[in-house]
């Protein structure tokens, strides 16, 4: 059970203090879209230093996406317990000291401890996320919230953005060694290649962490507006949520939805190796461009959405993802990996439109609705499982067809599974 609240900042705080308030919090939004971005350069890296299968290398994907179905409720009591400015310090801590942690997991490359890490990580963007997006709907006047949102929203796309190119400059190696050479090494030899590959990622998560604990002080002393909560409202329920269809139907798309996005990224790299042999580096420069390109995709879907209803947009961007994909399968050429580099700017538009559409007329039930939709990331944790395992059965290309009839259950929502109505 939990009941609706409505927050406001206290008016006694002094203006100047929203300025600096808003930068900081805007900068997180940047910081957590990073480390996630990065998760595509370590699926490749790491199933080359640990020697993985696909399905094994899928599970770092498993313990981010976990790492926030689990972690969403405990940050929410927190905030809601302690408030927005200390539940931000630990989802900082958490960031940084599950960065340090890839220093010990490199040096014995024990795979377990680089998922160990890479939750923690998470567990911090969890608190992250929870915190920033209505913080900083309230660190200012009302009716400029939506501007300000916006504003934070366009640094997570400069993080999603930059992380695929300094990833693939200073996490990869370029060195892609076939089966038979690795076969061909002294066990000397391999150890010390394996022991190389490892060792590239310490620099960077250690330069990561020392960022974010440096925010983390920038955060400690500086006065943050508080927010006051009053309980107003009937007391909203599981049962009472879930009476609502379109917020069933809404929470089942979105959880497909997180799988396809996170699937379609996450094996570029290995997909552009296979499809057309682009080497790792170059891969991995594509992929930043392919950020860019969602990051453009949310501007010209926002466009659009001034002409065509949400719901149609969302159909018709699900049918050319599912287009662009079965090109992919279909084809081995460039023109596969061109497919794949086109999808995510279809993808833009679809995690925000499935929300708004699904806590649509709630009322009562409104933020339980909205969290709903949130724990329904766990898609991203599922989907890459099941497409590493094609992949190591058949091929990584045949593998994407799990983001495509993901992109099934996405267009049937905009097409009928959006309908309001209440069992």
Known sequence: MMTIPSTSVKTNSPTGNFTVAFALVTSLFFLWAF????EPILIPHLKKACQLTDLQSAMIDSAVYLGYFLMAVPAGLVMKRYGYKRGILVGLALYAFGAL???PAANTRVYLL?????FIIASGCAFLETAANPYVTILGPPETAATRLNLSQSFNGLGAFLAPFIGGKFILSGIEHSESELAAMTPAQ?????QFEADSVKLPYVVIAVVVIAVMGLFMITKMPEVQKSLEGRVSSLRTALRHRHLVNGIWAQFFYVGAQVCVTSFFIRFAKFANGVPEKQAADWLGYAMLGFMIGRFVGTF???YIAANRLLTLYSLASMGLLAVAILVQSGLAVWAVFAVPFFQSIMFPTIFALGIDKLDDDRELGSSLLVMAIAGGAFMPLLMGWISDQI??????????????VVAWFGWRGYRVMSE
């Open 190 to 194: 391999l150890n010390s290649y394996l």
């Open 304 to 306: 659009l959405t001034r």
């Open 114 to 118: 680089f998922l160990g890490a890479l």
């Open 395 to 408: 091929n990584i290309q045949v593998a994407y067809i799990v983001p495509l009839l993901c992109f099934a």
């Open 35 to 38: 480390v996630h971005n990065l």
């Open 101 to 103: 942690l890839f220093v």
